[in-house]
């Protein structure tokens, strides 16, 4: 099975679980890191086909992270979804500025995250 | 100006004279300014009374002078009159001759006895040294009048020979005598009034001169003395005005100096104590604002530091509730496969109280933020309908789980609205939530219509209604502290103080209108286009 590659980045191991769990169920291929920093350096070696990626991470946080990748000609057309605090207002329009392809609001249901993944990055 | 060329003038002798020394000098003199005043005044009134009395000195030694001349010249004047009437006994006595009548040798006897008084009275007032020669006049009168007494006897006798004889003969020699004597007389009293004369108008002269000096030097004196005491205490005074007018644009450092031992003196001293005072309080002033502003700042870092704590915090938290929801989601989904049918139900639970978790975890963030003044609008374009849409897409599965009709309707033709969509969903989700909380049967209804450049949010709900003394609080029975709201309606107190000051946020407001038992409607305007958002 060689189905499109999906990156998350997100440094909760319960969370990537989900994904892992979420995406078993579809032919897309899952990469992990565990921190901003990781997860650039995985980008940039493997060229996943889409990136999740959370907005706060140790070491570098998913905002920067997204402008790094933004800024490498590697990587700067992979959709890249960025998933935000429904409390802090503002982090929406951090992540659109960053240079984010969409946002999803934690807590997100599985549901709506798989939906925006196929909206950007079909699965056949 | 006057006063300028006048200070002008007062300044180049203060500075470039010894004037400038003396003032100083009475400056420190060590006695009130009464005593200072009083005593030029008296300097003054005993400079007039000075004057004065030589004034009068001078008017009675004139006087008495003047009397003398006068005196002299009634000396004069009689010893004239002794030439006349001596040259009158001569003319008489060549009349009787000639007339050989009684009449004309009475005239010569009468003659006689005025030449005699006239010489007793300038006898009576003449010096001793012109006594010899009024002595020597007598006895030649006596033997003349003797001489006269014969002729007259003669002439009566007809002996007018004998008569001439004696009268040229031995008369007119004697008259001759006493006319020379009395030009000598009136010769010596002329030269005594003459000098009398000189010495007056030299007198004159010198008094004249003296009481000119002594008035030009009283009044050098008065005005100097004015001068000096003026100036000893206008100068602390305009010191005084320059000190203060430091002081006033608040230039605490500056004394003032002033040479006075007097009562000016004592009130520079007084400025210069407030002076100083001045400038402690000020320096204590200073320092602390600058310890306020230095708590300022650790309260504003604290304040920032609790920001982000809540932010983290908010993150913190939801991380483990989305791993929560996720896997029930996952489950319920049956990405695991099936699960028996009885664990829906408590799945189902999980889940709908990890969202009110979420909502309340939410809640009291966006409090805080409020509370701190923190809260912001992230204004942008939005659509009424897509608002409506979530806020019923989030909710219908709970009506539906009451059992409950649920309407939602958007007035048609509302145009592109201007906002934060993302806390006006969250304002009508927390309005609609309530109102299916509190309602058991019946329906919930939400309205959207357009007035203008305004536009009206309504929710409905047949519920329990609220009693009318809760009316006026449910919106601030949080802030001043009633918990009873909380309890009241379950925690959704939050809610309503939220929803109340993102529509405040938004510049319009909310309402409600209720009856108990018959349901309650809330109702929220805000404008069509928000402007820019403003602080809670």
């Known amino acids: 099975m060689t189905g499109k590659t999906v990156l998350c980045v997100e440094d909760n191991a319960f969370n990537r679980k989900i994904v892992r769990d979420l995406l078993a169920t579809t032919s897309y291929r899952l990469i992990e890191a565990s921190d901003g920093e990781m997860g650039v350096a995985t980008a940039l070696r493997e060229t996943p086909d889409l990136i999740l990626i959370d907005i706060q991470m140790p070491k570098l946080n998913g905002l920067e992270a997204t402008r790094m990748l933004r800024a490498d000609s590697k990587t700067a057309h992979i959709p890249i979804i960025v998933i935000t605090s429904f409390a802090l207002s503002g982090d929406e329009k951090k992540a659109m500025d960053a240079g984010a392809s969409a946002y999803i609001a934690k807590p997100y249901s599985p549901r709506e995250l798989l939906a925006q993944i196929h909206k950007l990055l079909p699965e056949a | ?536």
């Not at chain 2, 010894?18 to 420190?28: N, S």
């Not at chain 2, 001349?69 to 001596?86: F, I, K, T």
């Open chain 2, 1 to 536: 100006m006057a006063f300028d060329q006048g200070r002008g003038i007062a300044h180049f002798l203060l500075t470039r004279s010894p004037l400038g020394l003396l003032v100083r000098w009475v400056a420190e003199v060590r006695a009130s300014v009464h005593i200072k005043l009083l005593f030029a005044f008296f300097f003054i009134t005993l400079l007039i009374i000075i004057t004065g009395m030589l004034s009068l000195y001078a008017v009675f030694t004139m006087d008495r002078q003047s009397r003398l001349l006068n005196q002299a010249h009634e000396q004069v004047n009689w010893s004239r009159q002794l030439q006349h009437s001596l040259a009158m006994q001569m003319n008489f006595t060549a009349l009787a001759m000639l007339q050989k009548q009684e009449a004309a040798i009475q005239k010569i006897l009468r003659e006689n006895n005025r030449f005699n008084s006239i010489i007793a009275r300038i006898e009576e007032t003449a010096p001793s040294d012109e006594h010899a020669v009024i002595q020597r006049i007598h006895t030649i009168q006596d033997e003349t009048m003797t001489m006269v007494a014969d002729i007259a006897d003669q002439i009566r006798d007809g002996k007018l020979n004998e008569a001439m004889t004696l009268e040229l003969g031995k008369g007119y020699s004697l008259y001759l005598q006493i006319g020379e004597l009395v030009d000598q007389i009136v010769k010596t009293e002329t030269g005594k009034m003459e000098n009398r004369r000189r010495s007056l108008d030299a007198f004159n002269h010198r008094a004249l001169i003296f009481m000119s000096s002594i008035i030009m030097a009283s009044i050098l004196l008065a005005l100097l003395l004015g001068f000096v005491i003026s100036w000893s205490f206008l100068l602390p005074i305009m010191q005084a005005h320059r000190f203060l007018s430091h002081v006033t644009e608040g230039d605490f450092s500056t004394t003032i100096t002033v040479p006075n031992r007097d009562e000016l003196g004592a009130l520079a001293d007084h400025m210069n104590r407030m002076s100083r005072e001045l400038d402690r309080l000020y320096k204590d002033q200073e320092q602390a604002a600058r310890d306020l502003q230095l708590v300022n700042r650790k309260l504003e870092l604290a304040s920032q530091a609790k920001s982000e704590f809540l932010a983290n915090m908010s993150h913190e938290l939801r991380t483990p509730m989305n791993a929560i929801l996720g896997f029930v989601e996952l489950i319920l989904d049956k990405i695991y496969g099936n699960f028996p049918p009885k664990l829906e139900e408590p799945l189902t639970d999980i889940q709908t109280n990890g969202k009110h978790l979420i909502r309340l975890i939410n809640d009291v963030l966006d409090l805080s933020k409020i509370e701190a003044g923190r809260m912001e609008l992230s204004l942008d374009e939005y659509v009424v309908q897509d608002v409506v849409d979530s806020v019923r897409d989030a909710l219908h599965s709970l009506a539906q789980q009451k059992g409950l009709g649920f309407i939602a309707t958007v007035q048609e033709g509302i145009p592109l609205a201007y906002g934060d969509a993302k806390r006006i969903t969250q304002c009508l989700i927390n309005l609609t939530g309530n109102a299916l909380k509190f309602t058991k049967e019946g329906q919930v209804e939400i309205r959207v219509e357009r007035e203008g450049e305004t536009l009206i949010y309504s929710v409905t709900d047949t519920g329990i209604g609220i009693s009318p003394d809760k009316v006026q609080t449910i919106f601030e029975g949080f802030r001043q502290g009633d918990a009873t709201i909380t309890r009241d309606f379950g925690g959704t107190g939050l809610g309503l103080i939220i929803t109340k000051t993102f529509i405040e946020m938004h510049g319009g407001r909310i309402w409600v209108k209720s009856e108990s038992g018959k349901g309650s409607t809330f109702f929220f305007s805000i404008p069509l286009r928000a402007h820019v958002g403003v602080a809670a």
